[in-house]
Nanobody, 120 residues
Framework: QVQLVESGGGLVQSGGSLRLSCAAS????????MGWYRQAPGKQRELVAT???????NYADSVKGRFAISRDNAKNTAFLQMNSLKPEDTAVYYC??????????????WGQGTQVTVSS
């Protein structure tokens, strides 16, 4: 079983910055892709950014140039640096990880979510 623990959410003013962290634990063979998704009230969950084990990244158009995803492969941890935050970035942010586990094989796991609130 793979567990993802997120941290770093909170309340920030428009234009401010936050850094989210997501630590994966368990008998992990590999973490192929780690990513961040978000869900605002009344809306569907949407992709924010993903990063592969080799460092390839993908971003939603709405966050390009403002957010940066990174990872520490040695610590099975992913980060999301969020700059120039806007009120429309307000949402619950979820970490996602796709990879292989020693006993259960392939997995696609989600964190519990962390609230990000941007005030205008």
């Amino acid at each position: 079983q793979v567990q993802l623990v997120e941290s770093g959410g909170g309340l920030v003013q428009s234009g401010g910055s936050l850094r989210l962290s997501c630590a994966a634990s368990g008998r992990i063979i590999s973490l192929n892709v780690m990513g961040w998704y978000r869900q605002a009230p009344g809306k569907q969950r949407e992709l924010v950014a993903t990063i592969t084990g080799g460092g390839g990244t993908n971003y939603a158009d709405s966050v390009k140039g403002r957010f940066a995803i990174s990872r520490d492969n040695a610590k099975n941890t992913a980060f999301l640096q969020m700059n120039s935050l806007k009120p429309e970035d307000t949402a619950v942010y979820y970490c996602n990880a796709v990879g292989y586990h020693y006993t259960t094989g392939s997995f696609n796991s989600w964190g519990q979510g962390t609230q990000v609130t941007v005030s205008s």
